[in-house]
T-cell receptor, first 116, second 109 residues
């Protein structure tokens, strides 16, 4: 399967703990997005990378959230000192973006985080 | 900033009925437009796209036309099936990919 892969699929953690999620995009896709989705809502933008550069981060995103894409391939999203309000589905997507134009993004299955 | 507004759901239809889900957008430039679908318990899948004004995207009997003059990208299907029951998201791409809140479609036999 050469689609977007996210791990783990499910994560249950205690409040205050740190968690890290991984996303492997489609090979040769230079753009990678992270979104958060809660029940009944649309995906909420968190951040995106063009190759290894993090080009934009949501102003609503807490400083407890950090993302990396060190070699322009896979990406990690870390949440420090988790809170119950962080419980959500975290989605990763990738696409090709060149010449100022982008193509459709392909999504992974998501990582469902539950903070207890 | 960029934003997408979709009609609120749920939209409840009988099988073979005509479907319209309204979507309007606000963007600082000329975005590409998409419809994504999310079936229960599954991830987001691209349904169709349009990259410039007057383009019509189509897939699986669904259609949407990029209307620059009305900044709209309404989703239509002539005859829905029970298997079309899902949540539909309208999205625009201009720098980042921005989604609407989604519209749930429920189709009964």
């Amino acid at each position: 399967d050469t689609g977007v892969s996210q791990n783990p699929r499910h994560k249950i953690t205690k409040r205050g703990q740190n968690v890290t999620f991984r996303c492997d995009p489609i090979s040769e896709h230079n753009r990678l997005y992270w979104y958060r989705q809660t029940l009944g809502q649309g995906p909420e933008f968190l951040t995106y990378f063009q190759n290894e550069a993090q080009l934009e981060k949501s102003r609503l995103l807490s400083d407890r959230f950090s993302a990396e894409r060190p070699k322009g391939s896979f990406s990690t999203l870390e949440i420090q000192r988790t809170e119950q309000g962080d419980s959500a589905m975290y989605l990763c997507a990738s696409s090709v973006h060149a010449g100022g134009r982008g193509t459709e993004a392909f999504f992974g299955q998501g990582t469902r985080l539950t903070v207890v | 900033g960029n934003s997408v507004t979709q009609m609120e759901g749920p939209v409840t239809l009988s099988e073979e009925a005509f479907l319209t889900i309204n979507c309007t957008y606000t963007a600082t430039g000329y975005p590409s437009l998409f419809w994504y679908v999310q079936y229960p318990g599954e991830g987001l899948q691209l349904l169709l796209k349009a990259t410039k004004a007057d383009d019509k995207g189509s897939n699986k009997g669904f259609e949407a036309t990029y209307r620059k003059e009305t900044t709209s990208f309404h989703l239509e299907k002539g005859s829905v099936q029970v298997s079309d029951s899902a949540v539909y998201f309208c999205a625009l791409l201009y720098s980042t990919l921005t989604f609407g809140k989604g519209t749930m479609l429920l189709v009964s036999p």
